[in-house]
């Protein structure tokens, strides 16, 4: 091609410098909301301890209102908005920026919100006291933050079904283990910060496909419900959203490590509605940032594993 | 229900007073871009002769960045971001408000881009002279607006499959063709408006799942991509979103009158890459809107059909 247009994030390779705008990126963060994404290139500028106000921070597709996206060093903080169609045209546009761009070694983590479910397993954290691990017992509640190790999809099988033309394609939805290990390492060394690492169900729908009794359509009974959301916690569910599926498969076929990191904002064994303050619901969003921070600021060499380690036993 | 948040809308029962804010609503349009959709409030807003400067519109929906809303006397406005999985959230929480707001007589529109195929089946206009019939002869070239007689998946079936829990349910995605048809007559009381009806498939994907070459991810040729486009063109289909079958269903089963209007970007048989200026799109863009307007001023009686006859023969 004599010239690629990314027209959804309006970059392209005859008007844009890629290798000059993007050439050292190493982190690719992403996430639905673009005010969540400014808010964590916001932090990271603070983190990295960059020059300059943070409030400054150039939205680099402010040609286009579909998507947006800021640069701070090496950290790239992109939004993709809500579902699989939506992220997906985001991720194919931004992995052929990485490539006319020459990156390498890239690393990509979806920081999003989801629903929880359930009971969690109690990870035994050493040098926690009683009244953590009182707290991590009590399951996954809202704000518990849920690192993936698996992708998979509304019958529980950790695939994507992508349609090429009129034919369907099954994909693979593994994630990278390491990376994934890493992050569950890197939550042992936040203060009270309850994390977790299970499946997580990407779903097409927020209402009906996600078993919501309080959607304008609903064809099913609380019973039902119940059914459907223990009969995934039983598959190893411990979290629901709507775009995990086809990021693992997409950044797997691409070569790209990456991750999901997603905080709960309600127990789907107890509710369907998001009702907690928008205080508390901003406090939440931070949680999968403060990780992720953790885990660059490390690749870094910003903070080192004896750090990580001491504020662990703290 | 006691209280019924609507979190994607950053509205409720409880926190909003719901009849008195939008009882009087009698158009609903939707489109992707937010951008898109506050031009078409102030666009609606000067056409109604709205007293007051339309830059003050307020974004009833401003707590959150996952929509926007604007409100024109009976006219609303909203985005949907991209995609079927974004719309359905939005559509779930539009109709409870409808409900909770007890509207009733509601027609809405959804206003989109999309991808043209083909040569068009020419629709000889009364009164038109022969230039203006050349241009129609000419296809779906980017710019022409297509009214949806039928929303198709990528298997060219007019039907939505919808998971529900874990089982899937196929729902019809018929649109009013009343509607359908009293649009396409308003479109000729516009000059140099090149319109046509058709079905419209929706994609889940706009690169794979539409045979773009020009995606991250490619593994079908040039002649397996012309081959589907032009069985598409063969069954009916005119233009190609992302949209349109969950739309169509949605508002069916919710007893809403719907209709599906388009503008197309690109010749799908000619190309995958939108590479007109920003300005030749904005002005694409704007044509379905003032189909719309001519639309809601003839319903509110603010011109007649005499008026629109009048101009078709200009």
Redesign the interface.
């Known amino acids: 091609?004599d010239?690629?247009?990314l027209?959804?994030l309006d970059l392209g390779t005859k008007t844009h410098n890629l290798p000059d705008m993007f050439g050292d990126t190493k982190f690719v963060c992403v996430g639905?909301?673009?005010?969540r994404m400014k808010a964590f290139a916001q932090f990271m500028h603070k983190e990295l301890e960059h020059e300059g106000d943070d409030n400054n921070l150039k939205d680099i597709c402010a040609?286009t209102?579909?998507y947006c996206m800021y640069k701070v060093g090496p950290v790239l903080s992109v939004s993709h908005?809500?579902?699989?169609?939506?992220i997906?045209?985001m991720?194919?546009?931004l992995?052929?920026l990485l490539?006319h761009a020459k990156c390498c070694d890239v690393t990509i983590i979806r920081i999003g919100t989801s629903g929880g479910l359930g009971e969690q397993r109690v990870l035994l954290l050493p040098g926690r006291g009683d009244a953590d691990e009182k707290q991590l017992r009590k399951g996954v509640e809202p704000g518990c933050v849920v690192i993936t190790d698996m992708a998979v999809d509304?019958?529980?099988k950790p695939q994507f079904e992508?349609?090429?033309?009129?034919s369907v394609?099954t994909r693979s939805t593994e994630l990278d283990q390491d990376l994934a290990s890493e992050l569950l390492e890197c939550s042992r060394g936040i203060k009270d910060f309850p994390t977790l690492m299970g499946h997580t169900m990407c779903?097409?729908?927020?209402?009906?496909?996600q078993?919501r009794l309080?959607?304008?359509?609903c064809?099913?009974t609380s019973e039902?419900?119940l059914e459907?959301l223990k009969r995934a916690y039983d598959a190893g569910v411990r979290n629901i959203e709507?775009e995990s599926t086809v990021f693992a498969a997409?950044c797997r076929?691409?070569g790209l490590k990456a991750a999901v990191v997603c905080v709960t904002l309600v127990n789907r064994l107890e509710g369907d509605?998001?009702?907690a303050s928008?205080d508390v619901l901003a406090e939440y969003q931070q949680r999968p940032q403060q990780l992720i921070a953790m885990l660059i600021k490390k690749h870094l060499g910003l903070i080192n594993d004896k750090k990580l380690l001491d504020n662990a036993v703290v």
């Not at 992508?162 to 009129?166: A, E, K, N």
Request: aromatic residues 14%.
């Open positions: 091609m010239e690629d247009v027209y959804h639905g909301s673009p005010n040609g209102d579909r908005g809500m579902g699989i169609p939506s997906s045209i991720l194919h546009e992995i052929k490539h509304s019958f529980f992508q349609v090429i033309l009129d394609v779903t097409y729908d927020f209402y009906e496909g078993g309080d959607g304008a359509l064809s099913f039902k419900k459907y709507m997409m076929l691409c509605q998001i009702k928008h």
